[in-house]
């Protein structure tokens, strides 16, 4: 679709329609996901109770869906013998989840080859449509729909979005309402994760202890896993979905083109299910059902009683969920407790296995080939991949990359749910008073520039990339309305992601039909998070000076400013050019709308230094999740966060040895080099033990305290004249047993580099 001759379309038509009264005006084209294909045609449909719906028995789901939405919309009754009418047409040329979308003055017709396409075009069509449709107090005699022509179709078949229902537990009501908006969205896959080790629940019949035992735990962390001291609400916390729930949640989906995929973890993460049947453990020992966060040694042992319980829980999970997979984890289980059982070892021996990974292969494997027999296909977290991978399992890849290129090269099918860019349990903002998160960043753009298929796919490769996935855990979210504020808007720039081709695609003009949906979302009474008047703020050298420069990406908005740390009114300065930097600066901003504030107040903090807007190298990119502002971020004048290791300034490296190079114009005294470590060793991050300092050719090593909390200060005075220095930063290598991630690379964060 050519953006630019759409945006010049709709003006044109406003321009005509300016002159009728408001509520004659048709909605201008803001659908989310952008269809492929977009053309707005002369004149307008007006939609009034004297309209009927025409449809063939192939599309009664969707008419119907549509029937129901404008009569309970408007409190009207459409007249079903009307001439002027809403025509639905089977056209089997297109594909199973195209459509065609063709308004003219006299009448709107919908084509599809099945009635999940006719489903998809009556979403379109619902966005063109008064806001007020959707809380049922449209009260105007007739609604004005602009002639237009959409010709569409998905980008990739895999278009989901997953909810944690094991740490915090949700309401059917409220998994029914979470369909909803996905189905507004076309998204078409609901990833349900029912069990963990904070709670099972999903009733089994077989094993009542699950839901009697399994389901609740005794306390509940209160607070943030590295808080101290770490603090509980010392109340009794769970529950369970009964299979009659389950059903009734699946038909409900499924008239909505949702697929519910459940997830049933193995081998890991089971110590809810092991503290009702512990003989299932390595150990047999009793254990509770986890009370905190993270990863538990305690997982499901590899003996036939084991599988012999997994196959008579999935066999009850397969009668509930029709869908073609089931998800079995397969994601951080610790190998401590197989390594010293002695069933596990002997299972090494008797199947000629080499080690722990090589008998979680075992382990997926054996379970992929019971539910093979039952016609169903496994997906699982990339670890799956470790040991060895069977060619009929599909990957989902959330630790990066690198799982989704690996399992694509060999054969594999892909679902990409990138941690960087699909993890919707972080922050989305910068601000102060966002709700207590996991940790991270991912800001609404981020979301937005996720490409699903990696660049170092060939082009037959890529098409076992199936799609994406967006994924809300749930350890810091007790209640549906902070599910919704994590999940909007920025299931609106995934949906966007897996639907719409990339050409069609343009972050700035999403965020304008975005602006615009949040409308919608009130009137839906989903609680969503507004960042759109947030300011994006960054250093800039220009010409060799440092400047701050600011902006904010709507449309017809000011930013005003001070520097003498007051709050901004709209007397205050307007900001025009970047503000130059060179002392110790405090910035007070927010934007406007001619007189009124619309969004939160902006408050930056900068220090001026040596370093500051000097060229920097480093040896590895940060990661993809944590890169924060790049490699310049480090000596910029801003610090990090104390609150949070993941915001745009704090760097983060995953097992990399890290060697930052920092070259001055000319000779310079070094006095004193700082800067700071995240030690949050319960997220997997550690301080380095040691940093070594390289100058004139020379290296000195330094030790690194740790005993100062999960913040950890790092100053040293070389007292030297320089032109360079180089700081190398070795990684704390492999996390020991008995910790969290115990086993996996740990990762090292570091923040700004000041040079005195």
Same mark, same amino acid.
């Given at each position: ?434 709700? %207590?998160?996991? @940790?991270?960043?991912?800001?609404? $753009? ?5 490409? !699903? +298929? *990696?660049?170092?796919? &060939? ?102 400013? %001070?520097?003498? @740390?007051?709050?901004?009114?709209? $007397? ?5 050019? !970047? +503000? *130059?930097?060179?002392? &110790? ?172």
């Amino acid at each position: 679709m050519n953006i630019k001759k759409l945006l010049a379309s709709c003006l044109f038509l406003l321009g005509l329609l300016s002159c009728k009264k408001e509520q004659e005006v048709a909605i201008l084209p803001q659908i989310i996901p952008q269809p492929n294909q977009l053309e707005i045609t002369e004149g307008a449909f007006e939609l009034n109770p004297t309209i009927g719906i025409k449809s063939p028995t192939l599309f009664l789901g969707s008419s119907n869906y549509l029937k129901a939405f404008i009569e309970k919309g408007a409190s009207w009754e459409l007249n079903s013998s009307s001439e002027r009418e809403i025509e639905f047409v089977e056209n089997k040329n297109l594909s199973a989840e195209g459509y065609q979308l063709n308004v003219t003055p006299n009448r709107i017709v919908i084509k599809a080859a099945t009635d999940q396409g006719a489903f998809y075009a009556v979403q379109s069509l619902r966005q063109l449509l008064p806001v007020s449709f959707e809380n049922g107090t449209f009260s105007d005699s007739k609604a004005v729909i602009p002639c237009l022509e959409i010709i569409d179709e998905p980008r990739f078949q895999y278009r989901g979005m997953h909810l944690d229902v094991s740490r915090h537990m949700f309401p059917v009501s409220f998994i029914k309402s979470y369909i909803d908006a996905l189905a507004l969205l076309k998204i078409n896959k609901f990833h349900w994760h029912l069990t963990d080790d904070q709670g099972w629940r999903i009733e089994i019949k077989k094993f009542p202890k699950l839901q009697g035992e399994a389901a609740f735990r005794d306390k509940t962390l209160k607070g943030h896993y590295n808080d101290e001291p770490v603090q509980y609400q010392n109340e009794r916390y769970g529950g369970f979905y009964s299979q009659e729930e389950i059903r009734e949640v699946v038909a409900y989906a499924k008239e909505r083109h949702i697929t519910v995929i459940p997830e049933i973890e193995m081998p890991g993460h089971a110590q809810a299910a092991l503290s009702a049947y512990p003989e299932l453990g390595c150990t047999g020992n009793s254990i509770e059902t986890a009370t905190t966060w993270g990863v538990f040694e305690d997982i499901f042992c590899s003996k036939d009683e084991t599988f012999e319980f997994l196959e008579g829980v999935l066999d009850e999970v397969v009668e509930l969920f029709p869908s073609e997979y089931i998800h079995i984890g397969g994601d951080e289980a610790p190998k401590t407790r197989w390594k010293a059982c002695e069933n596990c070892q002997k299972r090494i021996q008797e199947e000629g296995l080499k080690e722990e990974f090589e008998l979680q292969s075992y382990f997926i494997k054996r379970i992929e080939k019971y539910l093979s027999l039952k016609g169903k296909r496994i997906i699982g977290w990339d670890e799956i991949i470790e040991g060895g991978l069977s060619p009929n399992s599909t990957v989902m890849s959330w630790r990066g990359f690198e799982g989704a290129i690996t399992a694509a090269k060999q054969g594999n099918d892909v679902v990409m749910t990138p941690s960087s860019h699909c993890y919707f349990d972080y922050y989305q903002s910068e601000g102060s008073n966002e709700p %207590t998160a996991i @940790g991270g960043f991912l800001p609404l $753009e981020k979301v937005y520039s996720l490409e !699903p +298929i *990696p660049e170092e796919l &060939d082009e037959m490769d890529s098409k076992h990339i199936l799609g994406a996935q967006g994924n809300l855990w749930t350890e810091y979210i007790p209640n549906s309305k902070q599910v919704e504020y994590m999940v909007f808007p920025r299931i609106l720039a995934l949906s966007e992601v897996v639907w719409t081709q990339p050409e069609s695609k343009n972050y700035k003009e999403f965020v304008q039909r975005v602006e615009h949906f949040h409308k919608r979302l009130d009137a839906l009474g989903i609680h969503y998070a507004n960042h759109l008047y947030d300011i994006e703020g960054g250093l800039i050298v220009d010409e060799g000076k440092s400047v701050y420069e600011m902006k904010t990406l709507t449309n017809g908005k000011i930013i005003k400013y %001070t520097l003498d @740390g007051s709050s901004p009114n709209k $007397e205050s300065l307007t900001y025009g050019q !970047p +503000i *130059p930097f060179s002392k &110790d600066m405090e910035i007070h901003a927010a934007v406007f709308r001619g007189d009124e504030k619309v969004g939160s107040d902006f408050h930056q903090k900068l220090w001026s230094h040596k370093a500051v807007g000097k060229h920097i190298e480093l040896n590895v990119s940060p990661h993809k999740a944590y890169q924060g502002s790049g490699a310049n971020g480090l000596v910029n004048g801003i610090w990090g966060s104390s609150t949070r290791y993941g915001d745009k300034e704090w760097l983060g490296f995953w097992g990399d040895d890290l060697e930052i190079m920092i070259n001055f114009e000319e000779e310079t005294d070094i006095d004193s080099v700082s800067t700071r470590f995240y030690d949050g060793q319960g997220q997997w991050i550690y301080a380095p033990t040691e940093v070594i300092f390289e100058a004139n050719g020379k290296q000195i090593t330094y030790p690194v305290n740790g005993s100062e909390g999960v913040l950890i200060n790092f100053k040293i005075e070389p007292k030297i004249r320089t032109t360079s220095f180089k700081l190398i930063v070795p990684n704390y290598g492999t996390i020991p047993e008995g910790k969290q991630g115990a086993g996996n690379k740990a990762w090292t964060f570091i923040d700004e580099i000041v040079v005195k």
